[in-house]
């Protein structure tokens, strides 16, 4: 199953914290596949909380309940939203490539839910690196390679040709799901327990 | 638990046919509460599928496996958006005062969602009435009358005043839940079984 997550998205927390968990209980090998949502969502016209305070406040006080649900540490309004999205996912294509891809992405994840920092810059972006055993300098240089920077399109690319629009999401042999809470329902679906459409 | 729902919100159908069941397993007491969700979403700029086709072919498709797992019949595409929202939904709270407002909502519904007839116009809404022993041109004739009009637009106050942003939404004692994705955490709520919030 391709998890396709984008470092900027706020339900995507709870995904990125639960999904190895999950997964590994459904007996689901998982593909993490970093890409720049903020880039399909802006050229389809889909910008759910800007302008919308009552949406956006209601989307805060329900990820406070469903991390309630799920056991996970919240501190909300978490800084929102990231001026550095694109480079804080360059880094995530990098660390996919070197192995580090997934614990980069948790980490910088609780610091910027549970700590309040921002991802993709500093102190969240250094300090992250620096907690995954990384040189944060050297590491960032590398991340804002060229190579990296057209990967990184190259995967929002291919995310929008399975027709993924918003983070998180799940692929299943062509299956498209959206959501947080939709996982159990990819889970489902790869391991042949949804049920089958009329 | 109030339930404020619109006719002419696609996810809505899920909850209608559902939720009568679904409560009653849970022991909590609903309350159909019709009301116009389409003059909050335009107030608040909320327009989640006009002009996104890639996120309402999303829509479709989530709707279909949705109605699997609930074992719900449902053909998709069904007609929208409806032109005649705002009078289905007046019939609805006619419909509410006088007893036979959740009959006319799932019979309305299922017309729309099974049969392929929009709401609020012929021949979904005449047959509808006639389905439930009204007469239809009777009842069409007495739900344009102002005071109906002023009361679905009461309601509408009432539901923006308590948060609501979209249908289908679930207050609990104040607490705001929406989608049909979060029915059973609002019943969950409303039964004291959610997990407190820190």
């Not at 396709?4 to 090998?29: C, D, H, N």
């Not at 890409?35 to 006080?61: L, S």
């Not at 240089?141 to 990184?152: K, M, Q, S, V």
Request: charge should be negative; glycine fraction near 8%; charged fraction near 25%.
């Amino acid at each position: 199953m391709d998890f396709w997550v984008s470092i900027g998205s706020t339900y995507s927390y709870l995904t990125v914290m639960r999904i190895a968990e999950a997964a590994g209980a459904a007996g689901v090998a998982v593909t993490w596949r970093p890409f720049n949502v903020r880039a399909i969502m802006v050229e389809q016209n889909n910008i759910p909380f800007k302008d919308k305070p009552v949406k956006t406040a209601y989307m805060w006080r329900d990820m406070e309940r469903r991390a309630a649900v799920h056991g996970l540490d919240l501190r909300v309004p978490a800084p929102y939203p990231l001026p550095d999205l694109p480079f804080a996912n360059a880094v995530a294509v990098l660390g996919m490539r070197e192995g580090w891809g997934e614990d980069y992405i948790r980490e910088t994840y609780r610091r910027w839910f549970v700590g309040g920092e921002r991802p993709g810059e500093a102190p969240n972006l250094p300090d992250s690196l620096a907690a995954l055993g990384l040189d944060p300098e050297e590491t960032q240089a590398r991340a804002r390679a060229p190579e990296i920077e057209a990967a990184l399109a190259a995967e929002t690319e291919e995310a929008k040709a399975a027709g993924v629009f918003g983070s998180p999401s799940f692929v299943v042999a062509g299956e498209l799901f959206w959501g947080d809470d939709r996982l159990e329902a990819a889970l489902d679906w790869a391991s042949g327990r949804h049920p089958a459409l009329s």
